[in-house]
């Protein structure tokens, strides 16, 4: 990348936070991505839904990647296969991205019950592709998002959500970075931080056709 190289003439130190795609030797901060794609998958799945659609960011970046994968790896370990028309990817990690992604989820003959989405932003376009489609979330539909920014708490419902540590990632970089600059020895070129899933209004069990908890005992 060019702007990688023009760091390395003039001598700046570069620590990049929750990258997208970068070369090994960028030192790099993230968070736990499969984890917390696994995590959001068995919420749902704990809530009695098996109808699980993933949408995520662009298909190559790392963090999508692995937030897929952790997705795939729950749903596997209770034997449910997801169809390939219930896994999406989009251009970007952007709200314009879940409407229409979450518009092709909603639009199936067989539409799931409940949408993990790569971010918040793409979850909040999900929110809206079910608002306009006169489906009720979390009543017919839940949804969970990824990062807990500003855009999961002020939705509407406020988002269930994987948090990412962002405050301590920033520091951690910081750290790296003012390291780097005085020719300190790093431990690792990339560092991964803890996420955790934020229950809020979005996810709610699954309802049979009477509209009954399918939890109910």
Request: charged fraction near 20%.
């Amino acid at each position: 990348m060019e702007e990688i190289t023009a760091l390395r003439v003039v001598g700046l130190p570069l620590v990049v936070i929750d990258p997208v795609n970068l070369p090994s030797e960028v030192p790099s901060v993230g968070a736990t991505n499969f984890r917390g794609g696994l995590e959001a998958a068995r919420h749902l799945l704990d809530l009695g839904h098996r109808r699980i659609a993933y949408l995520g960011g662009p298909a190559a970046s790392e963090c999508n990647q692995a937030r897929r994968q952790g997705f795939l790896a729950a749903m596997a370990a209770v034997a449910e296969e997801v169809p390939d028309e219930y896994l999406l990817s989009s251009a970007d990690f952007c709200y314009e991205d879940g409407v229409v992604g979450g518009s092709r989820l909603l639009d199936l003959p067989t539409r799931p019950t409940a949408i993990f989405a790569g971010n918040d932003e793409l979850a909040a376009g999900v929110l809206e592709a079910a608002r306009g489609r006169g489906i009720l979330v979390p009543q017919d539909l839940s949804v969970v998002g990824f990062d807990d920014t500003q855009v999961a708490r002020i939705a509407s419902p406020p988002l269930t959500t994987v948090r990412q540590p962002l405050q301590d990632m920033g520091a951690v970089a910081i750290r790296t970075a003012l390291m780097l600059a005085a020719d300190e020895k790093i431990d690792s070129q990339h560092v991964e931080l803890a996420t955790k899933l934020v229950i809020r209004s979005s996810t709610a069990p699954l309802r049979d056709s009477e509209g009954e908890s399918t939890l109910a005992g």
